[in-house]
């Protein structure tokens, strides 16, 4: 049977083919959906885990125990979960264990672009690279196999285009006569202690050899001979952009990156008159093809940053004399000039937005951090002065107050939200408190992992198969770790907001504010509820603008071609939050009887 | 030698591109052709400017249209039809649905919404459908099924056969639904 798939629902179909027992995540754009696919299908153990170290200490364990795992992430949750990751290479697996990278070159939804295909060669683990759906199911079942038959834990990473895009994959049975998972004691290889790691590590690299002999014969790096005088090395997205660009051109298609098959591009090598690879963002083959003593071209021609593109491949051979597919002579259409932009924002009726306006002004320094509250950067709150990584704000709202002048170390606020506070916030509190650094930490809760679409989490009471657990109690675990001013705020009463922000931003010691208004798309029934909504008396307004100043979408001003107008709100997007009337001085805003 | 017919869908986040293209994508699978499909999740959710890339013909490469390449825009929202034309061949088709808006710029009276957009869009792509979609899925019997009429209207020029959209949108669309869709999808593919 053929299917329309994404690569994430790929993925997910290829665990399940795979006869994967246990799968865990962080959710992360472009990674989310392989979870949020895999409890589509019978037999697997599906979770949210707190944050990437943990879900891949889960994999490990699932799979010491026997059993297949998969663990996703997108590319900066590595980071998190390197710890585990380069340790794991030294132990090898029991059960196979595939994790997922979900890289995004261009940032769509990302802070920074690193590509992991770095992480691979630094742990010293095979890395595949899947070009489109079908292939994100192949892989994943090879990925799996590899990993049982090589000892080793085995990265596919995928880009945006990959995760995202979508094509025609044909579906399988699962595979059967797996072993059944249960308890093995080998010491030796599972306990790293130096003096096993000592015998372990020669076994690494004895492994990464006979992963390069296996590549130079496995099917996923395939040679493709068209015209030979130009060659091209290439892998995953960019491969489809080459063949687009320079459809006679020769390709060597490279399905596992790390390690690279020696034999194989020298044959190739040989076979073309000029060699060229064609990547993403680092010169990742290009140096190594050059280290093997190889003239290559790369990097001169192509961007170290952000995607490819046909367009930008055609453009970059053309630009060296070499003839390509589709090259445009005749001029293109132009966009219209001056269009007005249209960033993301905060949905109507965001329990972020009181606060963020509150902040803005009392002049607040805001420590921000990863979520949708990090669009209180966008004007017209303009309200965040730092962004980082997940966790962040709480160690940098210390080292901050640590650093600057006495009267300006009241004006430090940490924000965050709660799934982000659970992620990687908690040690940085215990720290704050430890060291007694005077700073503010705002928790937003809001119920929910909101930016990449609601996933459930510690605190939001629901397990990711919709089961109810456990919630974490915010307040108290905060006043676990010792914060002796711990206050609950309603986010929409902008008046109890911005007084209780001032006092704590006031009080020489650590204090945490945590709102307790969910996230207006929390589909849950009984969580989120709209109130009676909001009108504007056009008689009373006077055109002065103050409720524009929070940026809600319900907002409008008419007419919208004019610089002379009135607050509008539309019924349609209005939940009744208030803040806007709370904003209004000639009472011109009320409920709607 | 290009045989790969190459649309672009466009609107603002919530407007329903997505299954809009996940029905087109569906359509031309069940017609006998590859096809892929492109677009880009997360921040753009958020009320944000969406473009979804399908690709179809006899083998498909990129899953994302070249600049220039674009064969049909297909315009949920008119601000957003004008942003993606430099994605279009010259002689491309741009089918639009006659709808406004206001981004967060233009809301809080910063900037204004461009008032002639339907003749900024034909001097640069000439053949220019402007469709009142709202008023036709009125006709149909639910304004929601606007992007069904608009998705008729774009399925006129392609090269598909009428039961193989009516499978699909048999597939994507809830039951309840079905065969409004059925009429406003008639109703697109015979302005």
């Known amino acids: ?593 | 030698m290009n045989s790969v017919t190459n649309i672009l869908l466009v609107g603002v986040g919530g407007q329903g591109i997505l299954l809009a293209s996940e029905i087109l994508a569906e359509s031309v699978m069940l017609a006998g052709f590859d096809v892929k499909k492109s677009e880009i999740h997360g921040m753009s959710q958020r009320g944000g400017s969406v473009v979804s890339h399908v690709r179809y013909g006899r083998e498909v490469f990129s899953p994302t249209v070249p600049e220039g390449e674009g064969d049909i825009l297909f315009g949920f929202e008119l601000l957003e039809t004008a942003r993606y034309l430099p994605l279009m061949k010259p002689e491309g088709k741009v089918i639009a649905n006659d709808l406004k808006i206001q981004p967060s710029a233009v809301l809080s009276g910063q900037l204004s919404y461009p008032d002639n957009l339907p003749e900024l869009i034909r001097s640069r792509v000439p053949d220019f459908l402007l469709v009142d979609g709202q008023k036709l899925a009125l006709q149909a019997g639910n304004p929601r099924a606007a992007n069904t009429v608009l998705l008729g209207a774009v399925s006129k020029g392609l090269d598909i056969p009428q039961e193989c959209w009516f499978a699909a949108l048999e597939k994507m669309v809830p039951a309840k639904a079905l065969e409004i869709n059925r009429k406003a999808f008639r109703m697109g593919r015979e302005l």
């Open chain 1, 1 to 593: 049977m053929k299917e329309i798939l994404s690569g994430n629902e790929a993925i997910a179909r290829g665990a399940f083919e795979a006869g994967v027992k246990v799968a865990t995540a962080y959710p992360g754009t472009p990674s989310t959906e392989i979870l949020e696919n895999i409890i589509t299908y019978p037999g697997i153990d599906a979770s949210w885990a707190p944050n990437e170290k943990v879900a891949l200490e889960v994999g490990i364990g699932a799979s010491f125990g026997g059993a297949r795992a998969l663990v996703a992430m997108k590319h900066v949750g590595v980071n998190v979960a390197a710890d585990p990751l380069f340790t794991l290479s030294y132990t090898g697996v029991n059960g196979g264990l595939v994790l997922i990278t979900a890289d995004d070159p261009e940032m769509h939804s990302s802070q920074n672009e690193q590509d992991n295909r770095n992480y691979a060669k630094f742990a010293k683990i095979p890395l595949l690279e899947p070009a489109d759906s079908r292939e994100c199911k192949e892989f994943t079942k090879l990925a799996f196999e590899l990993s049982e038959q090589f000892d080793t834990p085995v990265m596919l990473r995928t880009t945006t285009r990959t995760s995202h895009g979508k094509s025609i994959v044909e579906l399988a049975e699962p595979v059967t006569g797996l072993p059944e998972p249960k308890l093995v004691r080998n010491a030796a290889k599972l306990v790293m202690l130096p003096g096993n790691a000592r015998v372990r590590h020669p076994l690494v690299e004895e492994r990464s050899r006979k992963l390069a002999e296996y590549g130079d014969s496995a099917a996923i790096n395939r040679m493709e001979l068209r015209d030979q005088g130009v060659g091209i090395i290439t892998s995953g997205a960019p491969y489809q952009y080459v063949r687009e660009a320079l459809p006679d051109a020769s390709t060597l298609k490279l399905g596992m990156v790390h390690p690279l098959p020696a034999a194989l591009i020298r044959e190739f090598a040989a076979k073309v008159e000029k060699l060229y690879v064609v990547e993403e963002l680092d010169p990742f083959i290009e140096e190594q093809v050059r280290a093997m003593g190889l003239v290559v071209m790369g990097k001169e021609i192509l961007s170290l940053c952000g995607e490819l593109s046909p367009g930008i491949v055609a453009k970059a051979f053309a630009g060296i004399g070499i003839p390509v597919g589709a090259i445009h002579e005749s001029p293109l259409p132009t966009a219209p000039p001056d269009l007005p932009g249209r960033p993301p924002s905060m949905c109507p009726g965001c329990p972020h937005r009181g606060v963020f306006f509150a902040l803005k002004e009392l002049g607040a320094y805001v420590v921000g951090d990863i979520g949708c509250y990090t669009l209180g950067f966008l004007p017209p709150l303009s309200a965040m002065d730092t962004c980082i990584c997940m966790g962040a704000s709480v160690g940098m709202a210390t080292g901050m107050v640590k650093a600057v002048p006495d009267d300006e170390k009241k004006k430090v606020v940490g924000v965050i939200g709660d799934s982000t506070f659970l992620h990687t916030g908690i040690n940085g509190l215990m720290d704050m408190v430890y060291n007694q650094a005077p700073a503010t930490l705002i928790i937003l809760d809001n119920r929910i992992t909101a930016m990449t679409g609601r996933q459930d989490n510690p605190a939001s009471g629901f397990t990711l198969m919709d089961t109810p657990t456990n919630r974490v109690d915010l307040p108290l675990l905060c006043k676990a770790l010792g914060v002796r001013q711990v206050r609950m705020v309603n986010p929409f009463d902008l008046a109890e907001t911005g007084s209780a922000i001032l006092e704590e931003m006031n009080r020489p010691e650590p204090s945490v504010i945590i709102t307790d208004k969910p996230c207006v798309l929390i589909k849950r029934e009984g969580v989120f509820q709209r109130e009676s909504l909001l009108q504007v008396d056009e008689d009373a307004c006077t055109g002065c603008r103050a409720c524009l100043k929070i940026g809600c979408p319900a907002m409008e001003w008419l007419p919208a071609d004019g610089k002379r107008g009135k607050s509008h709100i539309d019924p349609l997007l209005c939940t009744g939050c208030d803040v806007c009337r709370q904003l209004c001085k000639f009472g011109a805003i009320g409920r709607k009887k």
